[in-house]
Structure formats: structure tokens, C-alpha cells
């Protein structure tokens, strides 16, 4: 376990203390206990709470994000820490409040609403509800994680900017949606018309671009300050606390991501239990193509932020590596970890113009990629969809398999003329992350054919190269996300990974 100087050790104990006395009066409403339990030891590394991370896994676009909301993602680079003893939280999590709309109201009440109004109600109720929770977890993430780190100097100011952004910017925003909502609302408890409120609100959610583009980076970020054991400690002191609901920082940071994508399906179930003569219909058509339209340009940011991100950590061996067609890139289609022939773990990056092997090497504490020969463009691209056991592979994965060295869940990719390049044969863990990656592949190499650029066999100017590839990123993610789901919401419509 980790010593630290005695004062700053009782800061945070006395930190942390505060913020649980004011979180206890749930206690009062617990039932009495007699079980006995047995005491644990204390724990001082966030590291066991974690699943370990799968090799092989595709990382679609934006999908490294969604993975750490579900607490099993890490930034690729960053070195996981070995995990010691299990921890369990010594008091029980919060817990939100689940009363139903319906639930608000009297027997008699009740029969005055017919069953449709009733869900239409419920459906509303859950979004000003809704409203309500992301408010109060946005004042959290200051009051309880962001604010302490700072007076105890666990990071600095800077590096608490990076990664908690503008958040205290978005509650007045969120606040204004709840007061409207709360002054169209009846002395019945009911909410006669919604449509023109959220119409008028909607639009002010694309200031999250600038928050989703740098999620990302945030992240990294914290990942690389959890190796300094005072915010290890302190991370791990506030998830073991009521308040946290078992949540880490990073669920927290998340929240307002996560939140964007609910939009479209709550007020599509506002729609489904609202009467087509109803005043609302049209003006609840209008905000759903509004929000659609909000979350597809907040998309597009977030994802040449994050295609721009990974390109400015590629490091070269040779300047001859320094493919013209990775500046020209403005998305990352997927990205993951593969083996090739001789076992070498590569991380490789599928951007919509080129195709990049790398091998993650940290140089002065930073975490970047180191181009593995020469990368391929999707135009100049050859697939093989190899069957299991054509291969023999050899180097440390020799005994890997059954049947002597014989491969499984295998492709190959090279450039069309040899002479410009060797070709790579790779390996994933499963059949399912290996059509995962055909697929990606497939879909960039049809759209590199179709596009005007590739049939034209020229280049153009500057200006018209950056119109073409942005259309072709635009077509190639559209086709991506529309395969991806939610697995925290099994109805999602998944164009949205936000």
C-alpha cells in the first residue's frame, strides 16, 4: 500500500468525509440487517474494478469512448496495472429515485386518464426526470471529484480543464429545459403540450461539439494520471463512497454523452402516445429530425477530432512511411489490436484513405504509434478472407493452436503492385472481430472505388480534395454506425455514438 505524507492524507479523508455526511439521509430508510459480514482489507488501486480489456477487439468509431461508459475501455497505449485484491464499497450506493409519473397520482386521479395519456405522461415524466438526474450528477462531478482534486493539488488546474472541460457551462442549459417543462405543467401534474418547448431547445445542444471532440484526449489523459498514486487513491476513496452510486470519474464525465443519445428515443415515445391530432404531433416530428440532425454534426466533430488525434500520435521510421493520404484523412473507420504472421502484436487503424499497421511504444511518458512498414492506400488495397489453417504461423505464437501451428481467424491485405510493398497477414481473436474487420475493410474499399477521385484517376486541388474526402467520410461512417448497437439501450436506433 501506498504511504503519503500525513497532511495529505487527512485532507482527503476529511474531503470525502463531508460529502458522505451529506449523503446519509438515505440511510434512515433502510431495513435493519443482521447479517454478519466479513471485513475487507482496504484496497488502494482502481485496476480490480476493471474488466480486463479483450486483444483483437475492432474499435469502431467513437466506440472507444462508449466502451469506457461501460467500464471495461482504456485508452490504447496506456499500460493496465496489474490488479490486487477485490474490493466491495463498505456502504451501499444511493440510489436514484424510480417513481413513476403514475405513481404520483391518486386512485382517483388515475381514472380520469385514459391508458394512452397515462404512458404519454410517464414518457414526459421521464425526460424532465431525466433532466433532473444529469443536473445534479453535473454539480457532482465538480463538487465531489473536481474541486477537492484541486484544493489538495492531486492534479493541477490545467490538467483538471482537460478532463473535465466546461461541464459547469451545461447546467444552466439543461436547468432552462426543466423550468419550462415545470411551467407548462398543469395542477393535474399533466404537461399539455411539449412540441414548441423542446423545438426551441434542441438546437442548443450542438454546444456540446466542443466537449465530445476532446473526450478522447480527456480520457487519456485521466488514464495516465491514474498511474500517480494519490489520484489512484483518492479515485478510489470516492467510488467506495455513497455518493458515487459505484460510478468511477469517468462514468460521470460520460453522463452528458450518454445523455445525448437518449434525446431521440425519449421523444420518440413521447410521439408513440400522442394522439395524431394532437397539437404536439407535428412539432414532436419537427424536434426529432432537429436532434437527429444536432448529434449527426456532433458526430462529424468528435470524429475528425478523434481521427486527428490518433494521426498526430503515429510516429515514422522513414520519411518515406509519411503517406500523402493520411493528411488527407477526416475519419477513423476502426482501429485494434492484430498479430501478423510472426506474432508481433500490431495496432492497426482503418482511416478512410489509408490503411496503418503500427506497434504502441511510450517515448518520455508519452504513449504513441510507430508505423510498421509502409502504410497501404484503401485505393491501392487487396483483401483475402483467408480460411482457418491456410496459414502457419510462427515467431512466440507457434503452439498457439490445434493441429500442430495452423492458423484460425485470419486475413490478408497488400497493395495491389508488390513491388510497393509487402503484404500482412493478420490475426484476430474470433470469428466475430474478424468480420467485424472484413467489413469495415470491404466498406472503405467500395467507397474509395466509387468515389469520383478514384475514377478519375488525378488529383485535384487542395480545396476539392478536402470537399471529396469529407463526403466519402461522411457515406463510409453512416454505413458503419448503422451497423453498431447500444448495449445499454437494446432499442437504440445506434446512428449515434456520439
Not at 191 to 213: E, M, T
Not at 299 to 327: A, T, V
Request: charged share 25%.
Amino acid at each position: 500500500m501506498v504511504a503519503y505524507d500525513e497532511p495529505c492524507v487527512v485532507p482527503i479523508k476529511r474531503t470525502l468525509q463531508k460529502i458522505d455526511y451529506q449523503n446519509q439521509t438515505y440511510k434512515e430508510l433502510e431495513e435493519p440487517c443482521t447479517k454478519r459480514v466479513r471485513p475487507l482489507g482496504r484496497v488502494t488501486s482502481l485496476a480490480n474494478l476493471i474488466s480486463p480489456v479483450k486483444n483483437g477487439a475492432v474499435r469502431r468509431f467513437g466506440q472507444t469512448l462508449q466502451a469506457s461508459f461501460r467500464g471495461d475501455g482504456r485508452s490504447p497505449g496506456v499500460p493496465q496495472q496489474k490488479p490486487c485484491s477485490k474490493a466491495v464499497a463498505p456502504t451501499p450506493p444511493k440510489r436514484r429515485n424510480s417513481t413513476l409519473w403514475s405513481e404520483t397520482l391518486d386512485v382517483h386521479q388515475k381514472g380520469t386518464f385514459s391508458t394512452k395519456e397515462i404512458k404519454r405522461q410517464e414518457a414526459i415524466f421521464e425526460l424532465s426526470r431525466g433532466e433532473q438526474d444529469l443536473i445534479e450528477d453535473l454539480k457532482l462531478a465538480r463538487k465531489a471529484y473536481h474541486d477537492p482534486m484541486l484544493k489538495l493539488s492531486i492534479m493541477s488546474e490545467e490538467e483538471l480543464t482537460a478532463i473535465f472541460g466546461d461541464l459547469d457551462a451545461y447546467i444552466p442549459l439543461h436547468e432552462d429545459l426543466l423550468a419550462q417543462l415545470a411551467k407548462a405543467t398543469g395542477p393535474d401534474g399533466t404537461v399539455g403540450q411539449i412540441g414548441k418547448i423542446v423545438v426551441d431547445w434542441l438546437p442548443r445542444l450542438n454546444a456540446y461539439r466542443a466537449y465530445c471532440s476532446k473526450q478522447l484526449a480527456a480520457k487519456a489523459l485521466l488514464d495516465q494520471k491514474k498511474q500517480d498514486p494519490r489520484v489512484q487513491d483518492f479515485l478510489q476513496r470516492c467510488l467506495e463512497s455513497p455518493f458515487s452510486r459505484k460510478l468511477d470519474l469517468w462514468s460521470f464525465l460520460d453522463i452528458p454523452r450518454s445523455r445525448l443519445v437518449k434525446y431521440p428515443l425519449l421523444l420518440k415515445e413521447i410521439l408513440r402516445h400522442t394522439p395524431p391530432d394532437h397539437p404536439d404531433t407535428a412539432s414532436l416530428e419537427q424536434a426529432i429530425s432537429i436532434i437527429q440532425a444536432v448529434l449527426a454534426d456532433i458526430n462529424m466533430k468528435k470524429g475528425e477530432s478523434e481521427c486527428q488525434y490518433y494521426i498526430d500520435k503515429l510516429e515514422y521510421l522513414d520519411d518515406r512511411q509519411k503517406d500523402p493520404h493520411i493528411d488527407q484523412c477526416k475519419s477513423l473507420l476502426c482501429h485494434g489490436e492484430l498479430r501478423n504472421k510472426s506474432g508481433t502484436k500490431l495496432h492497426v487503424f482503418l482511416f478512410t484513405e489509408v490503411l496503418v499497421l503500427t506497434r504502441p511504444v511510450t517515448r518520455n511518458d508519452r504513449h504513441c504509434f510507430q508505423v510498421y512498414r509502409q502504410p497501404i492506400p484503401v485505393q491501392d488495397l487487396v483483401l483475402e478472407d483467408l480460411q482457418d489453417g491456410d496459414v502457419r504461423m510462427g515467431g512466440s505464437f507457434r503452439g498457439a493452436f490445434s493441429n500442430a501451428d495452423k492458423a484460425k481467424n485470419i486475413f490478408r491485405v497488400r497493395f495491389q503492385d508488390p513491388s510497393q510493398g509487402q503484404s500482412h497477414t493478420l490475426q484476430v481473436n474470433d470469428i466475430f472481430h474478424k468480420q467485424q474487420w472484413l467489413n469495415c475493410l470491404r466498406t472503405a474499399m467500395s467507397t474509395q472505388k466509387d468515389s469520383p477521385l478514384h475514377e478519375n484517376e488525378s488529383l485535384s486541388t487542395p480545396a476539392s480534395n478536402d470537399i471529396c474526402t469529407k463526403r466519402r467520410s461522411s457515406s463510409v461512417s453512416a454505413i458503419i454506425h448503422m451497423e453498431e448497437t447500444d448495449e445499454n439501450c437494446p432499442r437504440a436506433a445506434a446512428s449515434y455514438v456520439v
